[in-house]
């Protein structure tokens, strides 16, 4: 049977995106850009220096707004994937960023939150922001200075829509991860998940290199995603049955 009638669900890291010019994860010995993770990505570094962290997220955010980040290839080869699936089909993403969206995917998850919004802390108002975040900003619900954060989920917090994406992987009979070094859980491991649930299910992975968990995948498909992803999906339409 065609993939393209089976319930595909695609998992993408930070891997997806670094050919639209946003820097992976682990590149440079466990730097974000040149950021220590332990310094920004958790509620503690957050008490203790706010600024540094917004600091961090603005920057995040105002590299976004850049015209000149903008969905890749890849991106694009996944909309059209799934504009063309019979059945049903996620994309849970652990990035931040918004080209996806931009891309046109429209069942996409973000499990670790996304630069598109923040959150008081106090009162737990979400908020669609564009400007900068500083200690200084007063949340118009409660009026508390200095409690608003990106809603981004840190080291030590829990992943976001972990009951939709465990009842789609259930049901899963095609997964794709995408870019992700599998270092990060619980996304890492979703493809455990899928080994121990004794059904055949078709594991593809694509990435630069070989990671950790590329020995449970059918195949590994080797390469920069904008060049290997266009491909495998052009291929499935053709072959559409
Ligand atoms: P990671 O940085 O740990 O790993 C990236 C993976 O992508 C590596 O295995 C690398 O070999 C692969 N890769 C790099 N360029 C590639 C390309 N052109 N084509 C195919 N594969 C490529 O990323 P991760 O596993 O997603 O780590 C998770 C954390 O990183 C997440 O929590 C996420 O929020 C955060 N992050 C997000 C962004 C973003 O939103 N774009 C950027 C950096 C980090």
């Excluded at 850009?33 to 570094?45: G, L, Q």
């Excluded at 957050?46 to 707004?65: A, I, M």
């Excluded at 465990?166 to 080994?195: C, H, M, Q, R, W």
Aim: net charge positive; with cysteine.
């Amino acid at each position: 049977m065609s993939i393209l009638k089976k319930n595909i669900f695609i998992l993408t890291g930070a891997g997806i995106s670094k050919e639209s010019g946003i820097n992976t994860f682990r590149e440079k010995d466990g730097l974000w850009d040149n950021y220590k993770i332990e310094d920004v990505c958790t509620v503690e570094a957050f008490k203790k220096n706010p600024e540094l962290v917004n600091s961090f997220y603005n920057e995040r955010k105002k590299n976004l707004l850049d015209p000149k980040i903008k969905p890749n290839a890849a991106h694009f080869a996944l909309a059209e994937f799934e504009k063309n699936c019979k059945n049903d089909f996620l994309v849970v993403t652990q990035n931040i960023d918004n080209l996806h969206e931009k891309a046109g995917s429209k069942k996409i998850l973000h499990m670790h939150g996304s630069l598109e919004k923040a959150y008081c802390m106090y009162c737990n108002r979400k908020i669609n922001y564009d400007f900068e975040i500083t200690t200084n900003y007063k949340c118009k619900s409660c009026n508390n200075k200095g409690m608003v954060r990106v809603d981004i989920v840190w080291f030590g917090e829990q992943p976001k829509y972990l009951n939709q994406i465990y009842n789609f992987l259930e049901k899963t009979e095609v997964f794709i991860s995408i870019g992700t070094s599998n270092n990060v859980y619980p996304a890492a491991g979703f493809i455990d998940f899928l080994d121990q649930l004794n059904k055949k299910i078709l594991m593809y992975e694509f990435n630069l290199e070989k990671t950790c968990k590329s020995i449970l995948f059918d195949k590994v498909f080797s390469g920069p995603a904008t060049k290997t992803i266009p491909k495998f999906v052009e291929e499935l339409i053709e072959k559409k049955s």
